[in-house]
């Protein structure tokens, strides 16, 4: 009978990724330190032929694998991230344990619908309005006094807008109907005061890890790293960590990140992360993710198993 350790050495568990960005790469490296199996797949590369029911990318049948983590389909949200998430639905389909269940990460793809989620779920998020009317849109605006214009589809505060309240009737109305050239359905939520930093909690398996702090660059808007960020170590209490794991719990998610705020009116949800990187985990709080993500998946493999 072979012992746990050789179980898993036995299993082929592949990455969807971008092949040569850190994140994708050392998820790859310890799922094949462990198992001595290492693929590493672009979804581009992935072939979905329905007429024999099998899943290809360069010749290797996914249909054949154990297990596929998604760590990244995309490097920018859009509708065809969407289409791969359902191309990825019939490996699921076809009995592969996916990682995470495509039907929880195309909730999420969609700003709007990752949204709706957290607010059927009760989540204090900022608030957010939608509508198509550039004069609904104006009014909403002048009433949150500074409210940011978020696209359905990005990630990394990218194309989002950031209206000032000093910023004229004029200006606001110019840029709300230049955004709309692009954004026919205008998705606007509140600025608040983030006091420079929000927050990354992260969670496994619906399990708390970590969590991190984003400090923002004093000369940017928002505290992503890409606008020159920093992670920092954060702790937080019992009912913070509460509330992070009440916003996984909308989805059900293999890994994740909770973006959180601590404003004046209290902690804040922005959004609930599909794929969730390792990078926060690592600098700010010194912690391997993605080696407990490794192990997860393959106990998780196990289980489904009966090992």
């Not at 950031?162 to 109305?173: K, Q």
């Not at 400090?215 to 505290?223: K, L, Q, R």
Request: with cysteine; aromatic share 8%; proline share 3%.
């Amino acid at each position: 009978m072979l012992n746990k350790s050789e179980q898993l050495s036995n299993l082929k568990v592949g990455v969807i990724g971008i092949p040569g960005k850190w994140s994708t790469e050392v998820l790859a490296d310890r799922l094949e330190a462990k198992t001595g199996f290492r693929a590493v797949m672009d979804v581009r590369d992935i072939a979905l032929h329905l007429d024999t029911n099998k899943v290809f990318c360069k010749g290797l049948d996914l249909t054949e694998l154990d297990g596929v983590i998604i760590k990244k389909i995309s490097q920018v949200y859009s509708p065809t991230t969407e289409d791969r998430i359902h191309i990825l639905s019939h490996l699921e389909a076809l009995g592969v344990p996916v990682f995470s269940p495509t039907g929880s990460m195309g909730k999420l793809i969609n700003r709007l619908s990752g949204t709706l989620a957290l607010q059927q779920g009760g989540i204090p998020m900022p608030k957010t309005r939608i509508t198509e009317s550039v004069e609904a849109a104006f009014e909403i605006v002048r009433e949150f006094g500074a409210a940011i214009l978020k696209p359905l589809y990005s990630t990394k505060a990218r194309g989002m807008v950031y209206l000032r309240e000093e910023d004229s009737d004029e200006t606001v109305r110019t840029q709300l109907a230049e955004y709309q050239q692009t954004q026919p359905l205008l998705y606007i939520q509140q600025a608040l005061n983030l006091h420079g930093r929000d927050l990354g909690m992260v969670f496994i398996g619906g399990e708390y890890f970590c969590t991190y702090a984003r400090v923002g660059n004093a000369e940017a808007w928002n505290t992503t790293i890409n606008s020159g960020g920093r992670y920092e170590m954060f702790e937080p209490d019992a009912e913070l960590i509460e509330l992070g794991r009440r916003s996984q719990a909308c989805f059900d998610l293999s890994f994740t990140t909770v973006d959180i705020a601590l404003t004046d009116e209290g902690p804040v949800v922005f959004e609930v992360s599909a794929f969730g990187g390792f990078k926060g985990a690592l600098d700010g709080c010194h912690l391997d993710a993605a080696e407990a993500y490794a192990n997860y998946v393959l106990s998780s493999i196990d289980n489904q198993k009966g090992n």
